[in-house]
């Protein structure tokens, strides 16, 4: 369980993270989803007491983050972004060096455990700097679930891998959702969607949605537009469409037709569908403008840069966004 | 400072006093402190105040607000640089606080097992004996350090603070940098810094200067000696007495005494006096002879060319019959033939009666063991067991100068309880003339031994004891033995003055009140052993610390390394 | 305590693998070897025991090197790699952190200079060292490298660079090494007429001041243990706020 409340974070005259509140629920995975630099890892950072807040309230498992930092981290397990390891230790040993800082029992068998957990109890003996990429992701996983945290923060921890291991490693995260409150950190939209039970976004340190991918996408659907594909030229198409009754507003857009709704309530499509067969043409597609996490987020970042007046400066990273996602 | 620790929580009742105000009050007394240890010669007792305020006031911030406290060591709520360089000061000041105090409790052990800086088992009692004489009175050591011998005078203040205990405060210490105080340092005649000065002190603690002694280089030996000198600075009185062609007691010149006189007054502490015979018997000059308060005394005659009448003889006798202490050496023969002092024949008899001494009238000559003239024949003949001579008996070369000497006839038999020693004796090629024509001769026929003339060895020095009375007496053929001419004659091993000094001494039983507190000799301990190796030894020595040592390491390294890289693998 | 005892024993584990400390052991004993065989050959029969046991003495002074050299990485090394901010999230404060990692490294120099006994059994094998003396300065020399590790490890906590991290460490121990030099220097300054206080102030603020003349012959003070005690408290206080402050102005 994790409840954070209006937490601020400044670096000097730098605000990072503008007084932000969500809450992580138990047997969940929980997503953390914005740009670079929108203020993910300074949150978690906040959560697992490595940094301080300038102001506000963060509760994890139970204890006050800044107050009681001790506690707190006793009863998480944290995966920072950068997956920093001893590169000289093998992993046996650099899980119980932190059991043993963590004051588990049992140590020996615990590491082997989760080593098994992650699927890596076979190189248990190997040196971490002979260890790939995912497999030291793996390690510094298993480090995290050696005392069966009650929460678990990964930063990022798909960064860097290869299609693979990520597919792997989402599986893993999903599993360990069940068992414990997850904050899963990423700034990859398909990640989020296929990974998490709820998602927090996150830009420019504000929180600019949050609820359960389908909750948002429902969200953005009703109300949204209709995008229509017809098998004559548009240009035929657009005056039957924009004469509509339902439709407010139509458009050409690239080889389709956008069509606004009047009534952001009710759905258009029954309407468009028995036009277009009445006037004897094929509808080739019809569906939901915008259907995916991606388009949500680019829709909430253009409206969060309207409402702020400023000349989207998430702009740069919505591009990046999508490259990643379209690799 | 507490409006940067936040989550002070409000329902708390506010105490009178806001904690904060003791967090200003402790760094003024810190800031007050320090001042104070920078700019002062001492730590003051405003120092003290300003240290104690501030622990004080620290003490009481974290007994009112402990969790503030707490939570500024443990360190979860300084958010920011300056309360962590607030909070870094103030535990650098209690530290220094805490190191302030600890210095002034004065802890130190000495551990070494040559005892470098601790009284020796062989010191140790005898500066417990001072403490408890309550004649003794209380000395202070002043040690002249210099600035740049900090180190020094901490390693010494652990023997001193030794002393100063043990001695139950009766002898203090102090440093005095002679560059800083020169006037001080002059006052003692401290040239260099290093040296020591031991000084009794006076009836209001002022030290005595005159009786102040120095040590050169510090070890404990001579350190104790210079304070049993300084503490047995008995009452000693030496009575020079003034004769016709006697040496003068102040006189510097060749033939003076001042050299002996200065032994005496600052090396023995002892009163020295130039009297005449009126004094002797005149109450009215403060002079009394055999005084009981006097833990000794001797009259001294150097020389003397005419002869006593029989009452100055009456007044010699009678003080050795008392059981005074003399001195005699006897002038020259007089070239007229008169009767010089020492073979007046009433004092030559009971010399010779009482003590089994007595001065012939000649003049002894040396043509070969002689100094420069065969009229002054060299005696290298020294007595081992007397304390006159013991110290120069074995002493190779050993030698003083008799110059214009008569001999000393010694009784066959000694008188009823008293010892005689011959001390010093002339050389086999020495001889005596009779006739005092010889020292205005012409010829050096007339100086040659001639075959009437009597052949030595002659004694030419001799001390006699009578126990019974506890007199002593010790005559000297020559006037000129304690001559200020001999002083630059030591390095030839010509002990004239410090036989001198020590006739002297003896006479007083001056050696006795030495004697009866230990001198302390440098203890040869088994530390000071050099190290011994045979070649063998060295070279295994060798073999270990050169190779096998470091490359063993160096192996053992390897190993390590190579055993890594193959787990690794 | 845990905690503690969890970094000390992985840290003291990389001393005892690490080549470095092995070549700097081996540097440090040759040195000494030959210095000490060569004065026992040229002190034969005549110097005695205590004049050759100078090698305690000869290690404090190297330690503005040594130091240095063992500490630079301590706390650089977790800031460069960013393992620092995994053991700083979880349970464990700055301070068991620091202590662990300092009690590893004193642990190796306290190897080291046991090592160095073997100098003070030859000579009791060959003559009469002061076995009381030889007590006291051996411990003021493990106090003395304890403080000078302490003091050094500030600056590896201060910069990520290991090398920047020991030129500063050195420089820092020479300046205390000096201190006394710099008080007599500054006691003999011509118009310094009463500034002992701040004489003594700079020369006990120095290290030789609490280790040449008084535990290198054989004297224990309790202001000089008090002092080496002191200087490890207050540099590792100091240690363990940086990585504090560091850490959250990341």
Known sequence: MIEVQNLVKKYGPVTAVKGISFTAQPGQVTGFLGPNGAGKTTTMRMLTGFLPPTAGKATVAGHDVFENSLEVRKRVGYLPESVPLYRDMTALAYLMYVGEIRGVAKRRDKAFEVLERVALAHRADSRIRTLSKGMRQRVGLASTLLHDPDVLILDEPTIGLDPLQVLELRELVRELGKRHTVLFSTHILSEAEQVCDSVVIINQGEIIAQGAPVELRGMLEQGGRVLLRVNVPLENALPIIQGMSEVAHAEISGDSIVATPVNPTSDPRPAIARAIVQQGWDLVELRPLAVNLEEIFLELTRRQAAANGEQSEAAPDVTETESEVSS | MSAQIPNTTPKEQEPFIPPYFMLILAAVGFIVALVVLLTQPQFTVVGWGGLGLGLLSLLAWVLMAPQQARALVTGRTALYGGTTILVSGLLIAALIGIYAFAKSRNVRIDLTQRENFSLTEQTRPVIQGLALEPNVPNIKIIAFYGAGQAGTRDQDSVLFDDYATTSQGKISYEFIDPDRNPTVAQQYNVTRAGQIVVVPLGADNAPVVDKAQTVNFLSQADLSNAILRVAASGDFRAYFLSVEGGLELEDSGVTGMASLNDSLKSRFNWNTQQVNFVDLTNPASGITLNDPAADGEALVIVGGSSALGEDQVKVITDYLDAGGDLVLMAAPINVDGSPALAVTESLNNYLFEKYGLRFRDDIILDETQAFQTPFAPVAGTFDSTQFVTSLFAGVRGAAMVMEQTRSIEVAATAPQGVTVTQIVSSADTSYAKIDPAVLSATEIEQVRAAEADTKGPFVLGATAENATTGSRVVLFGSMFVPANQYDQLRSLNVFNLDVALRSVAWVARFDEFFNQIPQLAEENRPEDAPIFVSAEANRNINLLTVVVMPFGVLLIGFLVWWNNRERAR | ?250
Do not use: C
Not at chain 3, 208 to 223: D, N, P, S
């Open chain 3, 1 to 250: 305590m845990r905690q503690i005892f969890a970094v000390y024993k992985r840290e003291i584990g990389l001393y005892f693998r690490s080549p470095v400390a092995y070549a700097i052991a081996f540097a440090l004993l040759l040195f000494f070897g030959l210095l000490f065989s060569n004065s026992i050959s040229t002190g034969n029969g005549q110097a005695p025991a205590d004049s050759v046991n100078f090698v305690p003495n000869l290690l404090t002074f190297l330690l503005f090197l040594v130091g240095p050299l063992l500490t630079m990485r301590l706390l650089a090394e977790e800031t460069r790699e960013g393992t620092l901010e995994v053991l700083m999230t979880l349970p464990m404060r700055e301070s068991q952190f620091i202590i662990g990692k300092f009690l590893a490294v004193w642990t190796y120099y306290t190897v080291v200079l046991l090592l160095t006994v073997i100098y003070h059994i030859i000579l009791t094998s060959i003559g009469t060292p002061d076995a009381g003396r030889a007590f006291t300065m051996y411990l003021g020399a493990w106090l003395y490298g304890g403080a000078v590790l302490a003091v050094t490890m500030i600056w590896s906590a201060v910069t990520e660079d290991q090398i920047v991290a020991a030129f500063l460490g050195a420089a820092t121990v020479l300046v205390l090494y000096l201190a006394e030099v710099a008080a007599s220097w500054f006691a003999n300054l011509p118009n310094q007429s009463d500034a002992s206080g701040l004489t003594n102030f700079v020369r006990e603020l120095g290290l030789q001041a609490h280790y040449e003349a008084t535990l290198l012959q054989g004297i224990i003070r309790l202001e000089d243990i008090l002092y080496f005690v002191f200087v490890i408290i207050a540099a590792l206080f100091i240690t363990t706020r940086i990585v504090e402050v560091r850490r959250w102005r990341s």
